[in-house]
């Protein structure tokens, strides 16, 4: 059973930072793909960061360079870093797990991210 927590969404003005943090159990987080996605009231969820086994990443357009995914494979966790946010980033945020050994998505509850002054 796979179980993701995320934690660190919050209310931030424009311009602040957060830190999302998500703890996989229940798969080899080594050999698992790491991602995450949002989804605004009325829109549909949308890619913001993925990274790989092997650490690669890749993001939306809308946050590069102001957003880093990166994780720690010792502690089972995966961070997302938001630099310069925007009102336009306050969204639902999921963590998403899809291991290489069983390509199937696993999400977490979600953290809310409200950007507003």
């Known amino acids: 059973q796979v179980q993701l927590v995320e934690s660190g969404g919050g209310l931030v003005q424009p311009g602040g930072s957060l830190r999302l943090s998500c703890t996989a159990s229940?798969?080899?987080?080594?050999?698992?793909?790491m991602a995450w996605y949002r989804q605004a009231p009325g829109k549909q969820r949308e890619l913001v960061a993925k990274?790989?086994?092997?650490?690669?990443?890749n993001y939306a357009d809308t946050v590069k360079g102001r957003f880093t995914i990166s994780r720690d494979n010792a502690k089972n966790t995966v961070y997302l870093q938001m630099n310069s946010l925007k009102p336009e980033d306050t969204a639902l945020y999921y963590c998403?797990?899809?291991?290489?050994?069983?390509?199937?998505?696993?999400w977490g509850q979600g953290t809310q991210v409200t950007v507003s002054s």
């Open positions: 990274i790989l086994i092997g650490g690669s990443t």
């Open positions: 998403n797990a899809r291991p290489t050994y069983r390509p199937v998505d696993s």
């Open positions: 229940g798969v080899v987080f080594s050999a698992t793909s």
